[in-house]
């Protein structure tokens, strides 16, 4: 059982965040960064059985920014 995984989390381009779990296949997306969370949390309910499922959720919040010189 792992206990930790982690999400990258952007913002979408089409406005809202989008979660992508790092090793496994679980993606989400929602308007703002609570519902966010709670669809993260939702999803990784749904992938993992109770035993199998890890105790820690990581959000990292990726962010490009373009600066002219």
């Not at 995984?5 to 965040?17: M, Q």
């Not at 969370?37 to 993992?48: G, I, S, T």
Request: glycine share 4%; aromatic share 8%.
């Amino acid at each position: 059982m792992a206990k930790e995984i982690i999400f990258l989390v952007e913002e979408a381009p089409e406005g809202g965040y989008q979660a992508q779990a790092l090793g496994q296949a679980i993606f989400t997306e929602a308007d703002t960064f609570e519902e966010l969370r709670e669809m993260v949390q939702d999803a990784v309910r749904c992938h993992f059985d109770e035993p199998n499922r890890p105790s820690l959720i990581r959000l990292h919040f990726v962010k490009d920014e373009v600066l002219a010189v």
